[in-house]
């Protein structure tokens, strides 16, 4: 049964794939390109040489995090969207903490520094939740305008309070230091985010899996009157959820801070949180298939450089890819079932 | 007998140099792969399209082929597209056409010394990779040309200036458009608005409003895309003129001349990469390098206006007309130039210096001194 469930799923999964790239084809072609080159060039921008496939895992690594944010809460029955703010806020938090914790040994203070992301972004998301809980808001509304709140809050601390005033080009915050800075993983140019990212990954899918917590999660999400109806301490759970899945995209931005840009700056905000909205729908909320799912978005984000080089299609030629996979996806959602019952499972 | 066979020897090799000569003169130019790096859309009616309009002019460089990235930002991005053209694209000539782009330079080019890269900063300073370089044109002498053209169009003696950041080439741009401007009409004003940023297309059409309200009725916008000024301009009636590369159909009616960038400048590099030759690590220059331009003529401005320019034009060209020339004040009432006192339009040391807006200015630098 679970053999078959995954078959399912992967079916339906590789068919909305081959119909997205499809109509992608089809679009391509309208520009008078050959779409099988450009498939070419999307796997070689992608996948095909190390270089590609460094770049690749770099861009999967973040969006892994972010996808939790909205995957865990999931779970529970809670659409959130909150992943760029929430990765935004992490981002501050850590080089707040970065410029307070300078005189510590530095495993210890970028180790405090992450906590201190994973923090911001936590509390963050929590505040959806706790409303949510307690007022009855809707997360996702609330979420979703958490997210302009929180770069509205970036831009204005970056423009003044804790502005470094030695970067003329564009506002930024301090800098937290070279000394901070963790780097890449040896032999690789991959920085130290695709660690954290799959490690996130595979514990939440332990504790969603094989825990009792895990279970109880998804019963509140099957259904909050059964969970009431057994005991389940569903406003505990509902905030748990959010503040865990904030507290991934808050690690986000902390690794952008301590392994990329080494300050906080409106470079933060450069789509991680939306596009691990749509790793969480394609890998539907399964922490591991978020893995695989975001190193094939990173990948198509890798390629869109290769794209624009090689054949002249606009910057947002991947974007279009990825809008296309996300609704041949939710169409496909329909299908689930369907084959099953047919086949006599 | 060895006389003979060396002559012999020689008169091949004679007539093998002979033969070979014209074949290598007439050889087709080392073929090269040029990239482009641009932070925004290159059609963006601004800074970007000037740097592509100049990528058109390198492609048609015998031997070359261009590749183009767009809305790369000035992060740990711009170096990974910059590897990713050099080692994916055999690219060994990059443009890297945005101010914020020289750190990934100068980090970058150590790695790939046979790979020329080229900045718009003019940044380059000795210790520099010898395979970097930087040029930019001297703005503020098309923007004399244009202040000229607003000085002699405006009706109401207010015109307006709307710069980005408080940095020195955009001081220099406002000081030649009223220079320009006062040259015609000494009681000319000329307010100064600097936004703060680079692109922040809400806060220009605020500002163009706001001072269209106080009565200025011509304007230029020193800003990554002047689009959202010139169309606001041109919507209430007044004149504008153009900045980064030619946005005249923006504004049919009221676009008198702009400011462009001549970056073609850069096709020299990339000859210099497929010949072997050298070139200039910093290199700056105005009219009379090409290095900076004048947009075409809008329809209001008059034959002999079109005329009494086009010769100021040249002026900068044989270095008779200068920008900056005594008596000069600032717009504080402090003396920059005595009276005599003239600085060479290509007086880096002066120009790079400059933190002041000259009198006739209405507004402040922002900067602390």
């Known amino acids: 049964m679970r053999g078959a469930a995954w078959a399912e799923t992967a079916a339906i999964s590789a068919a909305a794939l081959l119909a997205a790239l499809g109509v992608f084809g089809g679009f391509v072609a309208l ?36 996808a939790l944010c ?7 029955g809670l659409l959130v969207i909150g992943g760029e703010g929430a990765l935004v806020v992490g981002g501050v938090a850590t080089v707040l903490a970065g410029v307070n914790l300078g005189g510590l040994p530095p495993p210890l203070a970028v180790a405090l520094m992450c906590l201190a992301g994973a923090l911001g972004g936590g509390l963050w998301v929590g505040v959806a939740g706790a409303l949510r809980h307690w007022r009855g808001v809707n997360e996702t509304i609330a979420t979703l305008l958490l997210n302009y709140i929180a770069i509205a809050v970036m831009n204005h601390l970056v423009a003044g309070p ?39 990954c595979v514990v939440t899918w332990v504790l969603m899996r094989h825990t009792i917590v895990g279970f109880a999660v998804d019963v509140v999400g099957g259904n909050v009157r059964a969970a009431q109806m057994v005991g389940l301490p569903i406003g505990a759970i509902v905030l748990a959820t959010t503040v865990l899945g904030g507290a991934a995209a808050g690690l986000a931005g902390a690794i ?60 947002a030629a991947t974007l279009v890819l990825e809008g296309l996979l996300f609704i041949a996806l939710l169409a496909a959602n329909t299908l689930y079932g369907r084959f099953r019952r047919s086949s006599g499972d | 007998m060895i006389e003979a066979s060396l002559t012999r020897r020689q008169l091949l090799a004679g007539s093998l140099a002979a033969a070979l000569t014209p074949t290598l003169a007439r050889a087709a130019a080392r073929p090269v792969t040029v990239g482009f790096i641009y932070v925004g859309p290159k059609n963006d009616y601004g800074w970007n399209q000037s740097h592509a309009v100049a990528a058109k002019k390198v492609a048609q460089l015998e031997g070359v082929k261009i590749i183009e990235q767009e809305n790369v930002p000035e992060t740990v991005e711009a170096e990974k597209v910059m590897e990713a053209m050099i ?34 900063g003019a940044l380059w300073k000795d210790g520099n990779p010898k395979n970097t370089i930087g040029y930019r044109g001297y703005m503020e002498e098309p923007h004399y040309l244009c202040g000229v053209a607003a000085g002699s169009m405006t009706k109401t003696g207010k015109i307006g200036f709307i710069g980005s950041k408080p940095v020195y080439f955009i001081f220099n741009n406002a000081n030649g458009f009223v220079l320009g401007a006062r040259a015609v009409n000494p009681a000319i004003t000329c307010q100064v608005v600097i936004t703060g940023d680079w692109n922040n297309p809400v806060r220009e059409a605020e500002v163009t409003n706001s001072l269209i309200d106080q009565g200025v009725d011509v304007i230029v916008a020193n800003v990554d895309s002047a689009k959202v000024v010139i169309e606001n301009a041109e919507r209430r009636g007044i004149y504008s003129c153009g900045y980064h590369t030619d946005v005249s159909e923006l504004a049919p009616k009221g676009f008198l001349t702009g400011a462009e960038w001549n970056w073609a400048a850069g096709t020299r590099f990339v000859k210099a990469w497929q010949d072997g030759t050298s070139y200039p690590n910093l290199l700056r220059g105005g009219f009379k ?5 004048l947009s075409p003529f809008g329809r209001a401005v008059t034959p002999e206006l079109r005329t009494k320019i086009l010769a100021m034009k040249q002026g900068f060209v044989d270095d008779s007309l200068k920008l900056y020339k005594g008596p000069l004040k600032d717009n504080e009432g402090n003396v920059i130039l005595k009276e005599g006192e003239v600085i060479a339009n290509d007086d880096n040391k002066f120009k790079l210096a400059v933190n002041f807006l000259v009198e006739g200015a209405v507004g402040k630098t922002g900067l602390k001194k």
């Open chain 1, 162 to 200: 804790i502005r470094d005033f030695g970067q003329v080009l564009k506002p930024a915050s301090w800098a937290i230091g070279e000394r901070l800075m963790i780097g890449t993983i040896p032999a690789t140019g991959i920085h130290w985010g695709l660690v954290f990212g799959v490690v996130a």
């Open chain 1, 31 to 66: 520009r008078g390109l050959n779409p099988l080159d450009v498939y070419a060039a999307l796997v070689a921008g992608g996948f095909g040489s190390w270089f590609s496939l460094e770049e690749t895992l770099t861009q999967a690594a973040p969006i892994m995090l972010t």
């Open chain 2, 289 to 293: 390098q090409d290095m900076v331009a």
């Open chain 2, 87 to 120: 080692r994916q694209d055999t690219a060994k000539v990059v443009f890297a056409t945005s101010f914020g782009y020289w750190p990934s330079v100068l980090k970058v080019a150590p790695k790939y010394p046979d790979v020329l890269f080229t900045h718009i």
């Open chain 1, 256 to 315: 952008e801070v301590v392994a990329v840009h080494g300050f906080a700056s409106s470079s933060l905000v450069v789509g991680y949180g939306y596009a691990g909205i749509l790793v969480a729908f394609l890998a539907r909320q399964n922490p591991l298939a978020v893995i695989a799912v975001a190193v094939l978005l990173g990948g198509i984000t890798a390629s869109g450089g290769l794209l624009q080089r090689r054949f002249g299609l606009p910057d």
């Open chain 1, 70 to 76: 909205t995957a865990l809460p999931a779970r529970a």
